[in-house]
């Protein structure tokens, strides 16, 4: 017997450049090229490319849902902001009958009132409210500011902002009086633009009228502005412009109050940096005393 042919029968036949081979336990599994597993490489390469692109996408889309609410809350807030940017009055409830309205007939009584903002105001100086020569234009035209306060409700500028509205004490016992403290604060600012404002109150009672110009402090030196103002806020860090107790309110008094506000333009701090600033003030009212009137 030729050994060696028989060696040659029993080996297998090559096929695409693969041995197979006959092991004792069976077939054995063929033995890869150095092509097939430069593809194989390839395969679990481009498979690791695929899961990284995957995680890529799936991040950069998590950053661009982030962003996008981060700017959807800023332009809600922005715009909460400029709706709030009005003038209000409000009254804590009380049980004596203390009322608001921005009539005189009080014919609808309320514990809440609004005027509506002066937008894009530019700056002008306290006597140009007036209106005397024109300086607003068609803006109204005063003799004084006890003739501005003489009107009701909304009536403002085209670049100031003027309220007027009451306080009445519809109490059921006419013997009743009632204390109440009045507030005007600042709500919020932004630019520094209530470096420059100017807010006249006129109060007006059975006593006569009463006005006053608040200003904010000189950041220069922490003092009364020189220039229409009468009194400095009394906590500008804290944003009160002022504070005062109204004593001895009898049933069926009325007390009137004008709120004017605008930026003037005479104030050193008014200049082209608080273009595009705003300011928020409100006034509050609340009922600290009541009893009966001591008879004489």
């Known amino acids: 017997m030729d050994l060696a042919k028989k060696k040659k029968d029993a080996a297998p036949e090559a096929q695409n450049g693969t041995v197979a081979s006959q092991g004792d336990k069976g077939p054995y599994i063929p033995a890869l090229s150095m092509e097939d597993q430069s593809k194989k490489y390839d395969v679990n390469t ?85 209106n005397k020569n024109g300086e607003l234009g068609d803006d109204p035209t005063y003799d004084s500011f006890t003739e501005l306060a003489n009107q009701w409700g909304e009536h403002n500028g085209k670049n100031y902002l003027a ?18 403290r009045a507030s005007l604060v600042q709500n919020y600012e932004y630019k520094g633009a209530d470096e420059a404002v100017r807010i006249m109150v006129i109060r007006r009672t059975d006593k006569g009228d009463e006005s006053v110009i608040y200003a904010k402090p000189r950041t220069s030196d922490g003092k009364l502005e020189k220039f229409a103002a009468d009194k400095s806020f009394s906590d500008p860090e804290g944003g009160v412009v002022f504070e005062q107790v109204r004593s001895d309110f009898k049933v069926g008094e009325i007390d009137r109050y004008t709120v004017v ?3 003037e333009g005479e104030d050193p701090e008014c200049v082209n940096a608080i273009m595009g600033g705003e300011a928020k003030f409100s006034m509050q009212f609340e009922v600290i005393g009541g009893g009966k009137a001591e008879v004489d």
């Open 46 to 130: 481009t498979a690791e490319k695929v899961r990284k692109r995957d995680w890529l996408i799936r991040i950069i889309a998590l950053i661009l849902l982030i962003l996008l609410l981060i700017i959807g809350i800023g332009y809600c807030s922005i715009s909460i902001l400029n709706k709030a940017g009005r003038f209000t009055v409000s009254l804590i409830p009380n049980d004596y009958g203390i009322q608001l309205a921005e009539t005189e007939d009080f014919q609808n009584p309320t514990l809440n009132l609004s005027a509506a903002p002066v937008t894009d105001m530019n700056n002008i100086t306290r006597t140009w409210i007036l």
């Open 163 to 180: 309220y007027t509205f009451g306080v009445r004490n519809a109490g059921a016992e006419p013997d009743d009086v009632v204390t109440y």
């Open 261 to 263: 506000i605008w930026l």
